[in-house]
């Protein structure tokens, strides 16, 4: 296999947004984004449903135009770029293939198109695990098997550049582990690894830096460890039988509270010891002071609650 072009600071394989927008009438789906995604490590791209991270990953590939702003691959717009498959290799829609054709079929005409030599194709489905069932009709793949595939096309121009969006959605959790793995070798080998999703638990195995937005907006561009540190809070969960006493008594000493739905109340600005001092002077029994760390799924959704185009209640 070739190599990609140099690894780590290359400007061959990075992403760069320059005050990157996209309006649809009067919502803006991308507002102002500027960053720059670097190669030869695993960037995950994170924000709730709605806010903007298709979009953004399409006007990357110039298949969406930019209302203001501009995206760029090595220094170059997309669209400006012949053969594209050799320099961007994109997960976009997995359902967007044609289910009368057989996996193998439908590479080969990418291939094609892109200027590829047709060996490529069983080197692919080989690194997806499709070989066996190359010669099926797409139509009648499973959602983790079009994920698979979709991915081997994205391979197929053994690109400096790979962007995955929402890679893990219908995949089993061995599937799941397999496309990990994945993605850090394709950093390992010097590419540059940009992946959507909406759920932490989904990339913080295998990012090494994170991409937050929520509403079009950026907001967090740092290391996983950095992020890590910033957000993740120390929290102490409390029982008692007196939660409006003991919340007024927190409240007055500088805590946050949350009442969490099985009654028990999750504190952040102090801690367990302080705690247990209050409740001791104002006689009031505890059942439980538990320490534990927010985990970053939490922290994640506390730092993009307010972005959240739909919340549960308002879907119902
Ligand atoms: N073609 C379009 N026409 C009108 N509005 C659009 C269009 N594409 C996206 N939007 C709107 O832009 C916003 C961002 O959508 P986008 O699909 O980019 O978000 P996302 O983060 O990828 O979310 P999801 O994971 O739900 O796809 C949403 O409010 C969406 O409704």
């Known amino acids: 296999m070739t190599r990609p072009g140099p690894a780590t600071g290359s400007v061959s394989g990075m992403i760069e947004l320059d005050g990157l927008t996209r309006r649809y009438g009067r919502t803006t789906a991308v507002d102002d984004l ?27 590939l110039g298949l969406t135009t930019p209302t203001g702003g501009t995206a760029t691959v090595g220094g170059v717009r997309f669209r400006d770029r012949a053969r594209g498959l050799r320099h961007a290799g994109a997960l976009l829609d997995a359902g967007d293939v044609h289910g009368g054709r057989s996996a193998r079929a439908h590479l080969a005409a990418l291939a094609r198109s892109n200027g590829i030599g047709g060996v490529r194709v069983d080197e692919v489905l080989g690194q997806v695990g499709l070989d066996d069932a190359a010669d099926r009709r797409v139509g009648g793949f499973s959602l983790g098997m079009r994920q ?5 096309a994205a391979l197929l121009g053994d690109p400096p550049v790979l962007m995955f969006d ?53 907001i967090a561009d740092e290391t996983l460890d950095a992020f890590a540190a910033r957000v993740g809070r120390a929290e102490v969960v409390v029982r008692t039988p007196e939660p409006a006493m003991l919340t007024t008594a927190l409240a007055d ?59 549960a209640r308002e879907g119902r």
């Open 148 to 152: 698979r595939l979709g991915i081997a």
């Open 34 to 60: 500027t960053l720059t995604v670097r190669p030869g490590r695993v960037t995950g791209f994170l924000g709730p449903n709605g806010a903007g991270k298709s979009t953004t990953l399409r006007m990357v």
């Open 253 to 311: 000493a500088g805590a946050s509270v949350r009442p969490d739905p099985d009654g028990a109340l999750t504190v952040a600005g102090v801690g367990a010891e302080r705690i247990a001092e209050l409740a001791l002077g104002l006689r009031i029994p505890l059942h439980q002071l538990t320490p534990r760390t927010a985990s970053l799924e939490e922290a994640f959704m506390a730092l993009t609650a307010a972005d959240v185009e739909y919340t």
């Open 166 to 218: 929402e890679p893990f959605n219908g995949l089993d959790p061995e599937g799941v582990r397999w496309v990990r793995g994945l993605f850090r070798r394709l950093a390992t080998e010097g590419r540059t690894v940009f992946v959507s999703s909406h759920l932490m638990g989904e990339v913080e195995h295998c990012a090494d830096h994170l991409v937050v937005i929520g509403r079009g907006r950026l």
